[in-house]
Structure formats: structure tokens, C-alpha cells
């Protein structure tokens, strides 16, 4: 028997709403361990019900998984594209500038040599 596509928006019988909100959320914890087992990632999954009630599962401890997201973010917004861009930029300019000094050495080396052997 094959499976028909729903209509996802809210469900208005509470009874329905909790079933399906319970199947849901397990479906999503199972699939997080068995991504953090398969892949070796770091997972954390944080749910509120409606009711306001916390459900999680961390493959590590929560806590490290949040310090690392916000040093992630940190560091991403560090390097958005503009700014990694003004850094390429900047990269290349300075090699720019090494490569014709160290022309400039060759050429000033090369006819110093000319002259005086």
C-alpha cells in the first residue's frame, strides 16, 4: 500500500496533533542517531512541544555541541564573502608586490654582475 502525500499545515485535533507530534519526533531523534553513528557527526536535536515541554538527544554533550556551533557562527561571520574576498585581494597584492621586488632584485643582481665582470 502506497503512501499518499498530506497537506502539511497544523492539524486541528489535538488527539491527532499529539500522535502525530509524538511518531514525528522519534522519527527525527532516530534519524539523528543514526546519523551521528554513520557519519561520525556531532548531532543535537532540541524540540519544544506545544506545551512547552523540552525533548533532546545529543550525540556528545549539549553543551559542546552549542560551544562549537557559536564558535562556528563566530568565525563564519567572520569570513563572509566580502570579507573573504577583501582578503584574497589583499593576498594577492602583496604577492604582486613581492614578485616585482624580487624582479627588480634580479635585474639590479643581473646588470651589477654585467658590469663589472
Same mark, same amino acid.
Given at each position: 500500500m502506497a503512501r499518499g502525500k498530506i497537506a502539511i499545515r497544523?492539524?486541528?485535533?489535538?488527539?491527532s496533533?499529539?500522535?502525530?507530534?509524538?511518531k514525528r519526533k522519534s522519527g527525527l531523534i532516530k534519524k539523528a542517531k543514526e546519523l551521528a553513528i554513520l557519519c561520525d557527526a556531532q548531532v543535537g536535536v532540541t524540540i519544544f512541544s506545544s506545551t512547552g515541554r523540552l525533548y533532546e538527544y545529543s550525540s556528545s554533550s549539549m553543551k559542546s555541541i552549542f560551544d562549537r556551533y557559536?564558535? =562556528?557562527?563566530e568565525h563564519h &561571520?567572520?569570513?563572509?564573502?566580502?570579507?573573504?574576498?577583501?582578503?584574497?585581494?589583499?593576498?594577492? =597584492?602583496?604577492?604582486?608586490? &613581492?614578485m616585482e621586488d624580487l624582479q627588480e632584485n634580479y635585474r639590479f643582481t643581473y646588470y651589477f654582475f654585467q658590469e663589472h665582470a
Open positions: 497544523r492539524i486541528d485535533n489535538p488527539a496533533r499529539q500522535v502525530t507530534f509524538s557559536n564558535e =562556528e557562527k &561571520q567572520l569570513l563572509t564573502p566580502s570579507s573573504a574576498a577583501k582578503l584574497w585581494r589583499t593576498e594577492a =597584492e602583496r604577492l604582486r608586490q &613581492q
